[in-house]
């Protein structure tokens, strides 16, 4: 018997999928790629006993095995490929209670497939508030697989689902059950001829070899075979699956007056109808969703200030003691100003990236973020898009790459490709710590009516100010981008709920350490380059300011000025000086200097590189006797070659709009080009985006001087 096996686990979307994943594999978790595609793949281990593991892959939701979308492409593959190394050795089924008639559809087609299923049924409370009463015993009976009720929020049915799991998974022995419907009788002499050519296919998985054989099978040969058969007994997939639908639905309405009693199907849930009524009202709904997004940005201030103060408090006194102790030398400066500094810029913003993603879980797991969907469908509509539009959107206030990769759920082709342009225009978690240290640095902290904050609304204004581009953006894109495709908009609005709080904390935890790790890779070895290119120049430059200033320093009582002129001059003397001197002249209309130009070019690997940029270049340029300064400390103090603040509040405006619009994102770049499968669109969009960037930070400026 086999000690380690492959489960797959599928449902439709919104049926609980996520929360019993999250409640089974807890920590044990990797995300990845699908091998030649770009869709997440989340997988986690499950120890049933000490001999025994399985590794769990969470499928994306589909409501039919048929694939329409490229995520659905994803779970269909991984589900008929026979020889694929991803085969699962069962499939655990997630089932929504509330919604058992749409769910069994999907159901009855995976134990169709004939791989052994274990059936997760969620939503029993909801079932019952809708007056659903549900025959297990015999719905198990009427489908011959196991079924486990469960409620993964309140840890309800998990370890009869983990018995019925091992018994499954162990029973490999046992016979195929009998098939749902009888699909022999699709296409009778098709399917008997495919079984020739594929001899270990049962009769439901050759019929889908008939029908997509060229989009699972590498043999051209094999593939060519098959489509004569079609060709031969003149098979048409679309009779024959509609013809499938309704032997299915024949069956389920069979299944349903056997082992269900239900209620008026037309019945909602009080509080969620009492809810909508209010949230989604045409006036009031725009309102309400404005303030919680207010309430969301204003929390990541709130919530966040003391741990970041703490950790800035932290690191500058590590940083004194470190100066004061390690000898004065190339390796020393290394390990405080390039190591440290570093990893300083990434700890300081751990506690904002998780409080953001804590409250978009809560959106999420509440029921409202699919609201704010339907709410901003009638605006979309106006710009040639629809509310499917949103969800990609909204995932790109959290990383713009995996929010393009989810616009692959519109079906209209248009469409997608505006969604794919518009959507680096949210504001990605990596641009949140270059927003919270500029407007700490120019946004006084003030309060109106004794809660609202000016920072939070000015941190919200920079949302929605990205928003609003992205809209005026989409409708300039719609006049340009011509197209004939017709779109409609199906949302399923979820029950409200209670916050799952585990799964929230476990979110923010691999929030955290994905940007950590990932992200912090990225700034760590920038920062180590930039404190390569600060501290060294071409030729004899760094010697000669070293030579000028040494009589100078010998000679005259005030030292401490003169070694700050000396290392600034240093600085503006080193390969890092010479380039943001380059580029200074193209920057300084805007309210920048030289030290903002390099973070500007080293923040094209990754937005948040910029605190990693400042934090070296500001140690590398300052003395001794302000290491223990925290990162704000020193951009406060920061002054240009007239003597000016270089972070005021015009120039401070500016930078955060143009870390607003413009793409400065390599990944995104990438991840674009191979979503339209082709360069001239991420070009495009690296140009018009920067272009946007550069006008609307020189209006900023000119404004606010």
Not at 133 to 153: A, M, T
Not at 227 to 247: L, S, V, W
Not at 303 to 329: C, H, R, V
Not at 610 to 637: I, Q, W
Request: with cysteine; hydrophobic share 45%; proline share 4%.
């Amino acid at each position: 018997m086999k000690s380690y096996y492959n489960i797959a686990l599928v449902g439709n979307p919104n049926c609980g999928k996520s929360s019993l994943f999250n409640e089974l594999t807890g920590l044990r978790q990797k995300v990845g790629n699908f091998p030649g595609v770009t869709v997440d793949k989340k997988t986690g281990t499950l120890a049933l006993s000490s001999d025994m593991k399985v590794e769990i892959t969470d499928l994306p939701g589909t409501y039919s095995i048929y694939p329409r979308r490229a995520d659905e492409w994803v779970a269909y593959r991984v589900l008929l490929d026979q020889k694929s190394i991803q085969k699962p050795d069962m499939v655990l089924l997630v089932i929504d209670a509330s919604n058992l008639r749409r769910n069994l559809l999907f159901c009855s087609q995976i134990i169709d497939l004939k791989i052994p299923v274990v059936v997760a049924m969620t939503m029993n409370d909801l079932a019952k508030e809708k007056g659903i009463k549900i025959d297990v015993p015999g719905l198990e009976r009427e489908l011959g697989v196991p079924i486990v009720p469960v409620n993964p929020r309140k840890q309800k049915g998990i370890s009869d689902l983990k018995k019925a799991i091992e018994r499954t998974v162990s029973q490999t022995h046992v016979p195929s059950r009998a098939s749902f419907i009888y699909n022999s009788m699709l296409a009778p002499e098709a399917i008997a001829s495919m079984k020739m050519e594929m001899p270990d296919l049962h009769d439901y998985t050759a019929l889908h070899y008939l029908i997509h054989a060229p989009d699972l099978l590498e043999d051209s040969s094999l593939v060519s075979r098959i489509q004569n058969i079609g060709e031969q007994y003149r098979f048409n997939a679309t009779k024959t699956q509609a013809e499938e639908i309704m032997q299915r639905y024949a069956r389920i309405r069979h299944v349903m007056q056997q082992t269900v009693v239900e209620s008026d199907p037309l019945k909602k849930s009080l509080i969620t109808e009492k809810l909508d009524n209010i949230l989604l009202h045409k006036k009031y709904g725009y309102i309400i969703m404005l303030f919680v997004l207010f309430l969301l940005f204003q929390s990541v201030f709130w919530l966040s200030q003391y741990p970041m103060d703490a950790i800035e408090w932290l690191f500058g006194k590590m940083t004194g003691a470190l100066s004061s102790q390690l000898p004065n030398n190339k390796i020393s400066d290394l390990i405080i100003n390039g190591l440290f500094a570093g990893l300083s810029g990434i700890l300081v913003f751990v506690p904002q990236i998780m409080i953001l993603f804590a409250m978009i879980g809560l959106l999420e797991d509440s029921g409202y973020m699919a609201r704010i969907s339907f709410l901003t469908d009638r605006v979309m509509r106006k710009v040639g898009l629809n509310g499917k539009s949103v969800m990609p959107m909204i995932s790109g206030f959290a990383c713009a790459v995996p929010a393009i990769m989810s616009a692959r759920s519109i079906e209209n082709r248009k469409e997608r490709l505006i969604t794919i342009l518009i959507t680096p225009f949210m504001s990605c978690s990596a641009r949140l710590p270059v927003f919270t240290i500029l407007i700490a640095l120019v946004i006084p902290q003030r309060y109106y009516f004794g809660f609202i904050g000016l920072q939070g609304l000015v941190m919200m204004f920079l949302y929605l100010f990205g928003l609003l581009v992205a809209i005026a953006s989409a409708w300039v894109l719609k006049m340009l981008i011509k197209s004939k495709e017709r779109s409609f908009f199906i949302l399923e609005l979820p029950t409200y709920r209670s916050p799952r709080w585990k799964n929230i904390a476990l979110t923010m935890l691999e929030k955290a350490k994905i940007f950590v790790f990932d992200a912090g890779k990225i700034i760590m070895i920038i920062s180590l380059v930039l404190w390569g290119l600060s501290s060294y120049g071409p030729g004899d430059s760094m010697d000669r300011v070293r030579e000028k200033y040494q009589t100078k320093v010998d000679s005259n009582a005030n030292q401490s000025q003169l070694i700050q002129q000396e290392q600034s001059e240093l600085l503006e003397n080193s390969y890092a000086g010479r380039i943001g001197k380059f580029i200074e002249p193209a920057i300084s209309p805007l309210g920048y200097d030289w030290k903002i130009g390099i973070a500007l070019v080293t923040s094209f690997a990754a937005r948040e590189v910029f605190v990693g940029t400042m934090a070296t270049l500001y140690s590398v340029g300052e003395t001794d006797e302000d290491n223990d300064a925290t990162l704000r400390e020193k951009m406060a103090a920061a002054k240009n070659a007239k003597g000016e603040k270089v972070y005021q509040i015009a120039s401070g405006i500016s930078l955060m709009i143009f870390y607003l619009l413009a793409m400065q994102c390599m990944s995104t770049l990438a991840v674009v080009k191979r979503e339209t499968k082709s360069w001239k669109w991420p070009l495009i969009q690296l140009l018009y985006m920067s272009g946007l960037a550069y006008l609307f930070s020189f209006i900023a400026f000119r404004l606010l001087s």
